[in-house]
């Protein structure tokens, strides 16, 4: 695996982190703690972007801290999931899948240019 998908996935472990912090914290130095992991969360952002689409990355982080946040909403905070939640999160995951299989193209890699 190419580091760039490693740098994609650890931003969006971080993101995950972070939102999950912000349903946990209630002193004062636990939002120090929020906010250092938001900066090495944007750090790991910025490094995927270095050799990646950019837009395909923020597609992949977007994505997959929606669908994260609403499973870990589900099954650490006993929020409720419904069949609506769930079509709108399988449309978010086509979406990414999409972006990401497009990128296989050659045109793509060299940013559409001919």
């Given at each position: 695996m190419k580091k760039e998908w490693i740098y994609v996935m650890l931003t969006c472990l971080m993101e995950l982190l972070w939102l999950m912090g912000f349903n946990i914290a209630f002193a004062w130095w636990h939002w120090?703690?929020?906010a250092g992991v938001i900066s090495i969360d944007f750090y790991f952002l910025?490094?995927?972007c270095e050799n990646l689409p950019a837009g395909t990355v923020y597609a992949i982080f977007a994505g997959?801290?929606?669908l994260g946040t609403a499973l870990m909403d589900y099954v650490l905070f006993k929020g409720e999931i419904d069949a609506a939640k769930i079509f709108f999160m399988l449309i978010l995951v086509a979406g990414v899948?999409?972006?990401?299989l497009s990128d296989?193209?050659?045109e793509a890699k060299q940013g559409g240019r001919t």
């Open positions: 120090l703690l929020i910025s490094k995927a997959i801290g929606t899948i999409g972006l990401k296989q193209h050659p």
